[in-house]
T-cell receptor, first 112, second 113 residues
Framework: DGGITQSPKYLFRKEGQNVTLSCEQN?????MYWYRQDPGQGLRLIYY???????QKGDIAEGYSVSREKKESFPLTVTSAQKNPTAFYLC???????????FGPGTRLTVT | GENVEQHPSTLSVQEGDSAVIKCTYS??????FPWYKQELGKRPQLIID?????GEKKDQRIAVTLNKTAKHFSLHITETQPEDSAVYFC????????????FGTGTRLTVIP
């Protein structure tokens, strides 16, 4: 399970609070991604980054923010503006010239 | 953007039988089609993938076929075993440099012993 890690595994927050999910990789990958998964659905792209200090919105970026200050790290902040934040969040990484994405173990966020 | 549709949403088979899951995509520029297996609460694991320059790829009991003209691809699992029970996702992307994955909605496969 090494290579790409996410913490914590479970996270609980009250509505109205911002929360930051961690994603770290030691694979020397340039590209990193954040996906959201809801029950019975596929993964949907939130944000991605191909290089340090640069990132792009995916299909469902509203209510989320990211930063990419280091190649190894791509934290995701779920803001209070996200209307339905409870979900399973998956981080992934890949090399720029490669096809395969490697997924982290995920963080299950519950907001009440 | 890309739209990937996946069918069926649930599939039950007897142990030893074959299972087939089908996906269609909309973006003719997509050229990479991976299949992921996800067990409950775990990360998706890549089980097989295919690129648009081939029509079929096999890995032991698993095979994937691709029809670029019709924009559809399928996963075939032969001699199914109980440990094959999981949710399977297809995905599509334009490949390196633009390899954001667009996922289907998943198929829950149950193999009945």
């Amino acid at each position: 399970d090494g290579g790409i890690t996410q913490s914590p595994k479970y996270l609980f927050r009250k509505e109205g609070q911002n929360v930051t999910l961690s994603c770290e990789q030691n694979l020397n990958h340039d590209a990193m991604y954040w996906y959201r998964q809801d029950p019975g659905q596929g993964l949907r792209l939130i944000y991605y980054s191909q290089i340090v200090n640069d990132f792009q919105k995916g299909d469902i970026a509203e209510g989320y923010s990211v930063s990419r200050e280091k190649k190894e790290s791509f934290p995701l902040t779920v803001t209070s503006a996200q209307k339905n934040p409870t979900a399973f969040y998956l981080c992934a990484s890949s090399i720029l010239t490669g096809y395969e994405q490697y997924f982290g173990p995920g963080t299950r966020l519950t907001v009440t | 953007g890309e739209n990937v549709e996946q069918h069926p949403s649930t599939l039950s088979v007897q142990e030893g039988d074959s299972a087939v899951i089908k996906c269609t995509y909309s973006d003719s520029a997509s050229n990479y089609f991976p299949w992921y297996k996800q067990e409950l609460g775990k990360r998706p694991q890549l089980i097989i993938d295919i690129r648009s320059n081939v029509g079929e790829k096999k890995d032991q009991r698993i095979a994937v076929t691709l029809n670029k003209t019709a924009k559809h691809f399928s996963l075939h699992i032969t001699e199914t075993q109980p440990e094959d029970s999981a949710v399977y996702f297809c995905a599509a992307s334009r490949g390196p440099g633009a390899n954001n994955l667009f996922f289907g909605t998943g198929t829950r496969l149950t193999v009945i012993p």
